[in-house]
């Protein structure tokens, strides 16, 4: 099965560590995500702050070049995600905004009829990839640092992954990247603040504020005694590190490493954490924390 | 004979002279065909008003009469009693509406008078061709069916039976008592909710004219008005309720415990078990999905130590019908589940308990013994209360559920008293509006109970403060101070708001009545008849019409019994005249008019078989005139003679040649005497 | 002193018909003042003017307070106050039109600089069609917040040597039709 894949701007930035994750682990797990051609910017929550029509149609611009194909469109960005639904929804339900979409698509020769399907890329691992076919791939092997299980994991979903949509999961207590973790072997260490706003872009308009906010996310996932935070999203992964960059608290032998969730998946399957831009994180040696977490909890399973 | 028509205008005070030109109406309808006097006049259903027909009736021997006025649903039944006392067959009587299909909806006065002279124009035309008709009487059966044993069932069984009529109540549970046997104390009073209960209860298992099916429900109804079969199923108890004694020791020894229903799951009870010890009737039933015998065939210790041989595991269901004449329905409510708002914790931490789980804990006789303490048996030292569960809110329940303010004060006192802890309740206002509800409010507030008014946003244990650690965290905004707070509390009650029972369509398609969007059955006028329904043989008493205090559902349930019994007590019911008629010649049997039939009035049988309308469960509603392709049902009132010539009569009114009969204007005042 | 009167000449009585007006405000006339809002949102305890207040703002006509305060640029669109509303309202829809509207009536307080952050966010991604987090933060930092922006200094060296700072902006090949469709989605605002 082939799907069209919409990176999302971070990824090809800050969260360079993500994409190479999910090319490692999709071309292994043997499933085309081809990128879609000429996308552009989904607008995240910024450009709707200023313009409504131009945030909607530039989501929309995306799911008019997605549609002939027929194909599903997949995004690991959960704002991504958002607007792009958001988009979508409002085409769908017909009325002004959609005509305004409509005409401004046709100017630049886009028409766009409201068939393209978005997943994002938690949901689309659990419900169209599956656990199972995951599960085949986990690797055994005694290969430091590849192997999860003993391993304390949090799922950390933030807010746009389930609010205000939440697609195949719920809002309250969501389940999709718990089943993952344990799919792969590992322990959850599901967390109070599991569905916390990390603060999304006020790291950057506000950062006290923001470095406030992703600190109590970090502070619960230790009260849940979590060796490892994993992310749904690129700005809570790269936010989550920054918390914990400028706070001599996590500094040193007590960093928390947060992975993407392709990261955790690829680790599991035996993917080499080059491959999965483990060193692309701005807290140093995070493969070499993991080596050692793996060293101390479950020696008999890397064998050593 | 020649039809010989009256004409009534009414000018409705300003409600319809305000728009219409009644003169002009009346002057046109001088000329109208067959019309020998036309008058306009401003409050026809008034005493004059009506004397203006009678008396026209009788000097000018009118035999149809068109009354320019209102809607039918306002003053049919006066006009056709007005007619009816001059002689004139009620049936010749039609009204014409010029209000609120006229004056009350048209914006042009111009416009308003030309509608108002083309209906009166139909009406007449379809006037010369009404046929006279009668209604029949029947004999209303002398006994009354009241489904649902809580206290609205209770008070409406009692009081019919003691107006001397024979009762059937049925209730589903194996005791009576519903909810209210389930509270601790009532607000505002703080009366022992089984103290005032048990009373009547006992009264009802008493009463020589009330036969109490117990673990028993309404399973048909069949018949017509007043005239009614039920058919009951006594579910298999696998106990012989003529021979137990209640004596209970089957229920001491009975090895199986399974969570207890009536205390919310929150205790046990044994596979043999009856509701709560002041049970009417005080018979256990055996649960069979709990019962070791039923499950692997092993223990019958029960049967072994009943003195009384009164266990029977052959039991079957037994049917039985009754005749009754009215039905009272009292079938009650349920919670709202709280497990819908995951943000509260409801199931998700131990201490967070709904409403009816903290009457259970609080009171006495139940799991707790009345000490309220956490799931960890620990003194609680702070107590958060949590209005509005499920209610108010679109994605839930929209409505308000009329109780929990004040059951939640009621807590809130009776925490006060149980415990040393701080009491916090988070409202989004205060509703009070009963007959000493504020009075209790205000006893509240100087209780030292701590008022939040901020809805609660979540209950979380993420503790951001050493205060915190190892508590449930209240989140509100205390919106009158504009301040956000965090309470730490060690105990979490809900006022989980009420809902329609779940199977609340069912009953309702069971009796034919009509469901609101809430799942609460529809009360024939909001205002007027809260107790009646759209069948005037079926009443509604309490929180299955709508979330109500116990006050409103007593008084609801002796509303509905008030009904009934006078109902019953004219001995007979008057059978719709106007009804549906079938011409066998042009019936094809397609048996259409069968299957649409809203009371199931019509069906084919006899030799040669035939398709006939049960005149008795006729309404003349018409669905059957109206669906029938060959044509072949003709409705009451609405023939074709009928409506064509009202048609006619529609456009007619235009360019009226003068009449020079005896026809006559007569100007608006009092009858000539 | 200071008299705290609201005369209600001095007020827009309009302004909440205008919120409601729009296809963000269906639900706005509803609202219970409950406090949901403000209890659930991560930032409302540093705020002057919680989101409930902001609604009961808005319905006293306080057109000036509510598009001068500091709230809808505090909004990090977390959502979980649109999701707990009782009334559902569209919240953080709200305070995005919000935004809007106080940058188009010139009425953004001084407190907040977000509305240059998203300025030139839309600017990079009209002229290049993606995000290039380097040019945004450069931008941005550079004109509001220039000390932070030195002592981020070891950030930007560690993205740098991770190779996640991207110098070169990408661009959407089909730049005409791009182009085409931006100019006329703005066209079209109003």
Not at chain 1, 69 to 84: A, F, I, K, M, Y
Not at chain 2, 23 to 43: D, G, H, I, T, W
Not at chain 2, 435 to 462: C, I
Not at chain 3, 75 to 99: G, H
Request: hydrophobic share 40%.
């Amino acid at each position: 099965m082939k799907y069209l894949y919409f990176p999302g701007c971070s990824l090809e930035g800050t969260s360079r560590g993500y994409e190479e994750s999910v090319s490692a682990v999709f071309s292994k797990l043997g499933i085309t995500l081809e990128e879609l051609p000429d996308w552009n910017c989904c607008g995240s929550t910024s450009v709707i702050a200023v313009n409504k029509v131009l945030a909607m149609v530039l989501a929309a611009r995306n799911l008019a070049l997605a549609e002939p194909s027929g194909l599903q469109l997949v995004t690991p960005c959960p704002s991504c995600w958002l607007e792009l639904t958001k988009a979508n929804n409002v085409v769908k339900e017909g009325g002004k905004l959609a005509e305004q979409i409509k005409e401004a698509l046709a100017a630049g020769g886009l028409t766009y009829n409201g068939t393209t399907t978005v997943r994002h890329l938690v949901e689309f691992l659990v419900n169209e990839v599956g656990v199972d076919r995951i599960k085949q791939y986990v690797s055994n092997q005694k290969y430091v640092g590849n192997v999860l299980s003993g391993l304390r994991i949090a799922p950390y979903y933030g807010c746009q992954i389930v609010r205000p949509y939440a697609e195949r999961e719920d809002a309250y207590n969501p389940q999709n990247m718990e089943k993952l973790i344990e799919a792969l072997g590992a322990e959850a260490a599901p967390f109070e603040l599991k569905t916390a706003c990390c603060s999304g872009a006020l790291m950057a308009t506000r950062k006290n504020v923001g470095l406030d906010m992703s600190r109590q996310i970090l502070r619960s996932t230790k009260e849940a005694k979590a060796d490892i935070v994993v992310s749904a999203c690129p700005l809570c992964q790269l936010n989550l590190e920054l918390a914990q960059f400028r706070n001599s608290d996590f500094a040193g032998k007590n960093e928390l490493p947060i992975l993407s969730i392709t990261q955790m998946i690829g680790l599991a399957m035996g993917i080499a954490p080059r491959e999965l831009g483990l060193s692309r994180s701005i807290i140093p040696g995070v493969a070499k924390t993991i080596t050692n977490m793996q060293k101390q909890r479950a020696p008999a399973a890397i064998g050593g | 004979m020649a039809p010989r028509i009256g004409v009534y205008v009414c000018h409705c005070g300003s409600n319809i002279a305000g728009k219409v030109d009644v003169k002009a109406v009346a002057e046109m309808s001088k000329n109208l065909p067959n019309v020998v006097v036309s008058r306009e006049y401003q409050f026809m259903c008034s005493d004059p008003g009506q004397e203006l027909i009678r008396q026209d009736i009788r000097e000018k021997n009118l035999n149809a009469v068109v009354v320019a006025a209102c809607s039918p649903l306002m003053h049919e039944k006066t006009f056709r009693g007005t007619c009816a006392s001059a002689g004139l067959n009620h049936y010749r009587m039609q009204m014409a509406n010029i209000r609120e299909h006229c004056s009350w909806v048209t914006e042009d006065p111009v416009a308003a008078t030309e509608k108002a002279k083309a209906i009166v124009a139909g009406t007449v035309g379809k006037v010369r061709y009404l046929r006279p008709l009668a209604e029949r009487e029947v004999p209303v059966i002398q006994s009354v069916l009241v489904v649902g044993g809580g206290i609205a069932g209770i008070q409406a069984a009692l009081q019919c039976a003691d107006a001397g009529y024979k009762v059937y109540l049925v209730e589903r549970n194996q005791s009576i008592g519903g909810h209210m046997a389930m509270l601790d104390k009532t607000f505002p009073t703080l009366d022992c909710s089984a103290c005032i209960l048990t009373p009547k209860m006992v009264a009802v298992g008493q009463h020589p004219n009330i036969k109490l099916f117990a673990y028993s429900e309404v399973e048909g109804i069949s018949g017509y008005a007043g005239n009614m079969k039920a058919k009951i199923r006594h579910k298999a108890a696998y106990v012989d309720f003529e021979k137990c004694n209640g004596c209970g020791i089957c229920q001491e020894k009975c090895p199986a415990k399974v969570p207890n229903e009536f205390e919310q799951g929150r205790g046990q009870r044994r596979a043999i078990y009856t509701l709560f010890a002041q049970a009417v009737p005080n018979k256990p039933v055996i649960d069979r999905a709990a019962c070791t015998y039923f499950k692997n065939g092993k223990c019958r210790a029960c049967e072994k130590l009943c003195k009384r041989s009164a266990i029977d595991f052959e039991q079957q269901d037994g049917v039985e019908e009754v005749d009754v004449g009215a039905i009272i329905l009292a079938t009650g409510h349920q919670v709202f589940d709280a497990s819908r708002m995951p943000q509260y914790g409801y199931g998700k931490y131990p201490d967070v308990y709904s409403s009816l789980e903290f009457e259970r804990m609080v009171n006495a006789s139940g799991f707790s013994q009345g000490k309220v303490r956490t799931s960890e048996g620990k003194e609680p030292e702070s107590i958060a209360i949590i209005h509005c569960t499920g209610s108010r809110d679109q994605r839930y329940n929209v409505y308000c559920s009329e109780v929990c303010c004040m059951y939640s004060l009621k807590f809130a006192h009776l925490l006060h008293e149980h415990t040393h802890a701080r009491i916090y309740n988070f409202y989004i206002d205060m509703r009070c509006a009963g007959k000493g509800y504020e009075e209790f409010y205000d006893r509240l507030l100087n209780e030292g109970v701590r008022f939040v008014r901020g809805k609660v946003a979540g209950v979380t244990k993420d503790a951001r403060d050493a205060s915190e650690q190892g508590k449930l965290i209240i989140q509100a905004e205390d919106t009158l101070t504009g301040v956000i707070r965090r309470i730490p509390v060690d105990m979490v009650i809900l006022a989980n708001g009420l809902e329609s029972q779940k199977d609340s369509g069912e009953i309702g398609r069971l009796f034919g009545i009509s469901r609101n969007k809430a799942g609460f059955f529809i009360e024939q006028h909001p205002k007027l008849n809260p107790f009646g329904t759209s069948n005037n043989c079926i009443f509604i008493a309490g929180t299955c019409a709508g979330p109500k205090d116990i006050p409103y559902t007593v008084s609801q349930a002796s509303a509905a019994a008030s009904g009934a019994i006078t109902l019953l007590n004219r001995k007979n019911a008057l059978l719709e005249a106007v009804g549906a008629h079938i011409d066998a010649d042009m019936c094809s049997k397609c048996l259409t008019c069968v299957s649409i039939c809203p009371y199931q009035a019509i069906s084919m049988d006899g030799e040669p078989q035939t398709v006939a309308v049960d005149e008795t469960l006729c309404h003349g509603c018409g669905t059957c005139a109206a669906g029938c392709p060959a044509g072949a049902i003709e409705a009451d009132n609405f023939n074709d003679e009928q409506i064509l010539h009202e048609i006619e009569g529609l456009f007619s009114w235009e360019n009226l040649p003068e009449k020079e009969s005896e026809a006559e204007l007569v100007e608006s005042g009092a009858p000539k005497k | 002193m200071k008299q705290r009167v609201l005369f209600e000449g001095q007020q827009d009585t309009g302004f909440l018909d205008e919120i409601a007006a729009l296809p963000e405000g269906e639900r706005v006339l509803s609202c219970l003042q409950c406090g949901t809002c403000s209890a659930t949102c991560p930032v409302a305890p540093l705020l002057e003017e919680p989101p409930r207040r902001i609604f009961a703002m808005i319905r006293a006509g306080m057109r000036k307070e509510v598009l001068g305060s500091l709230t809808p640029w505090m909004c990090s669109s977390c959502y979980e106050c649109t999701v707990r509303c009782p009334a559902q309202i569209k919240i953080t829809e709200i305070m995005y039109a919000l935004k809007r509207k106080a940058v188009r009536e010139g009425m953004v307080t001084h407190e907040a600089d977000a509305h240059k952050f998203y300025r030139v966010f839309t600017d990079v991604v009209c002229k290049y069609g993606r995000m290039n987090e380097m040019i945004l933060l450069l931008r941005y930092m550079m004109f509001n917040h220039p000390v932070d922006l030195a002592l981020q200094m070891p950030v930007g060296i560690r993205m740098f040597s991770i190779g996640t700072l991207q110098i070169q902006p990408h661009k959407v090949k089909n730049q005409d039709s791009y182009n085409k469709i931006v100019q006329k989605a703005l066209s079209l605002e109003e």
